[in-house]
C-alpha cells in the first residue's frame, strides 16, 4: 500500500530533550516537505526537500533540522525543544515539487513541557 | 512569495443543500492551486487542483472547484452536501515561479447538518 508513516505518533517531552521524528515514504517520490499544523495558522511548512541531499527552509525553520540521506526517509529533529514547539507535525511527500498532490502522513502529535 | 486565503472559519450548509468553501491566493507567476479535506485525527488527503486549462476542475466525493484569474479564487463547491462532508478544508498553492513551497490557507471548517 502506497503511504507515508511517521514515527512516533504522540510524543511528551520536556524542554531540552533532542528528539526526531522519523517519515518514510514507499512511493519513490522525489519531494518531500514538513509542516506544523496550529489552530488558526492553518499549515505552516517547515522545512522542504527537492531530492536527496538536497533540502531548503520553508516558513518556519527556526528551532528544526532535516536530513535527506536516502529518498525514502526525511527525519525531522528537534535538538533542544521548547514548548512553542508544541504542535501538530505532519510530513508529505510528492513525486516531484511543482504541479503534483502531496501525499500526507497521519501525523505526530507534540507536546513539550 | 505566494499566499492563500481563506475567508471563512466556518461553513455550515444543511444537507443536500450546494456549499461553497472559499479560497483566494496570491502569486507572481501563475498559480499551482490545490484542495485537501482533513477528517479528525487524519492526515490531509487530496480533492482537487488546478494546473492549467479548463477553469472548473472536478475532484473526489462529487466536489469542484472555479478557477477564477480575474478575481484570484479558487472556489470549493459541490452541488449537494452531505453530512459525511462535515471536514476540515484547506486550500493551498504554488507559484510557477517559486514553486518549491506550498503556502497553505488557515482552513475552513465545513458542517453539514441533517
Known amino acids: 500500500e502506497a503511504q507515508v508513516t511517521q514515527n512516533p505518533r504522540y510524543l511528551i517531552t520536556v524542554t531540552g530533550k533532542k528528539l526526531t521524528v522519523t517519515c518514510s515514504q514507499n512511493?519513490?517520490?522525489?519531494?518531500m516537505s514538513w509542516y506544523r499544523q496550529d489552530p488558526g495558522l492553518g499549515l505552516r511548512q517547515i522545512y522542504y526537500?527537492?531530492?536527496?541531499?538536497?533540502?531548503d527552509k520553508g516558513d518556519v525553520p527556526e528551532g528544526y533540522k532535516v536530513s535527506r540521506k536516502e529518498k525514502r526517509n526525511f527525519p525531522l529533529i528537534l535538538e533542544s525543544p521548547s514548548p512553542n514547539q508544541t504542535s501538530l507535525y505532519f510530513c508529505?511527500?510528492?513525486?516531484?515539487?511543482?504541479?503534483?498532490?502531496?501525499?500526507f502522513g497521519p501525523g505526530t502529535r507534540l507536546t513539550v513541557l | 512569495a505566494q499566499s492563500v486565503a481563506q475567508p471563512e472559519d466556518q461553513v455550515n450548509v444543511a444537507e443536500g443543500n450546494p456549499l461553497t468553501v472559499k479560497c483566494t491566493y496570491s502569486?507572481?507567476?501563475?498559480?499551482?492551486l490545490f484542495w485537501y479535506v482533513q477528517y479528525p485525527n487524519r492526515g490531509l488527503q487530496f480533492l482537487l487542483k488546478?494546473?492549467?486549462?479548463?477553469?472548473l476542475v472536478k475532484g473526489s466525493y462529487g466536489f469542484e472547484a472555479e478557477f477564477n484569474k480575474s478575481q484570484t479564487s479558487f472556489h470549493l463547491k459541490k452541488p449537494s452536501a452531505l453530512v459525511s462532508d462535515s471536514a476540515l478544508y484547506f486550500c493551498?498553492?504554488?507559484?510557477?515561479?517559486?514553486?518549491?513551497?506550498?503556502?497553505f490557507g488557515a482552513g475552513t471548517r465545513l458542517t453539514v447538518k441533517p
Open positions: 508529505a511527500s510528492s513525486l516531484t515539487g511543482e504541479v503534483n498532490e502531496q501525499f
Open positions: 512511493m519513490n517520490h522525489e519531494y
Open positions: 526537500s527537492m531530492n536527496v541531499e538536497v533540502t
Open positions: 502569486v507572481s507567476g501563475n498559480p499551482y
Open positions: 488546478y494546473i492549467t486549462g479548463d477553469n
Open positions: 493551498a498553492v504554488r507559484d510557477s515561479i517559486y514553486n518549491n513551497d506550498m503556502r
